[in-house]
């Protein structure tokens, strides 16, 4: 990227993060980045075009764009834990962004609440076209794909700003964690063409198969374990 270009980014994430869209002057962002108002202007033309820019670069739009590619071969249950842990990374990098952005939601032009409406309709639709591909190959069960990904992203959502708002202290990442393998663990047993054998029966987690998750099994590659997000 530019350089020029990029100190104006990141001046605006720090500002947006700090007074939200409403409270960061463009001027104030020009002076953190070292440049002319003008100069600002010139490379992004308003104030909302600067924050669909900052929105689309630092929001999770970029990772997901990367991850799935690389997953598509990979084992179903696999594929979920990275998406899952990956978000949650991004919801923790940006928590004081998302925290500003509800906090002055109401009070958004119509253009700016667009900004996220398109984005998260880029995330929504990517996990979704995920989903549809594996029903087309009859792995995952008939249900509205568009519906299961904003049901998956959006429970690990308000697990970080809306429950985990209460529940911080310093064992919020172990339980993070837990709370990632369970609710994919609940996910695949509800989205998958075939049921995991033995059903609740067979305890946490889907225990032992002869050695196999039943869920790598229908994949029809093995997944290797996953021991952390996509880096």
């Known amino acids: 990227m530019e350089p020029t270009r990029e100190k104006i980014l990141a001046a605006a994430l720090q500002l947006f993060s700090q ?39 630092y929001s999770f739009l970029p990772a997901m764009k990367g991850i799935l590619p690389r997953l598509e071969g990979a084992g179903y249950e696999e594929a ?5 842990r990956r978000f949650l990374a991004t919801l923790d990098e940006r928590r004081d962004l998302i925290r500003i952005m509800l906090a002055e939601r109401l009070s958004y032009p ?8 398109g984005m998260l309709g880029e995330v929504f639709g990517i996990l979704a076209g ?41 064992g919020e990442r172990k339980r993070q964690e837990r709370f990632v393998v369970e609710y994919v663990n609940l996910f695949i047993r509800g989205t998958l063409a075939t049921p995991i054998a033995g059903g609740p029966a067979q305890g946490r987690r889907g225990e032992k198969d002869g050695g196999k998750r039943p869920d790598r099994v229908i994949m029809a590659k093995k997944a290797r374990p996953v021991q952390g997000g996509v880096r």
């Open 130 to 170: 995920y989903f549809r591909r594996l029903q087309h190959r009859g792995v995952l069960r008939d249900f509205d794909p568009d519906d299961a990904a904003w049901a998956f992203l959006g429970a690990f959502f308000a697990y970080v700003h809306g429950l985990g708002f209460f529940f911080e202290d310093a």
């Open 110 to 117: 119509a253009p700016v609440k667009d900004i996220f409406r």
């Open 80 to 84: 979920l834990l990275t998406i899952a």
């Open 19 to 57: 007074r939200g869209y409403l409270g960061a002057a463009t001027r104030q962002i020009a002076r953190e980045a070292g440049v002319a108002e003008v100069t600002l202007f010139r490379h992004f033309g308003s104030k909302e075009k600067l924050f669909e820019e900052v929105i689309r670069g």
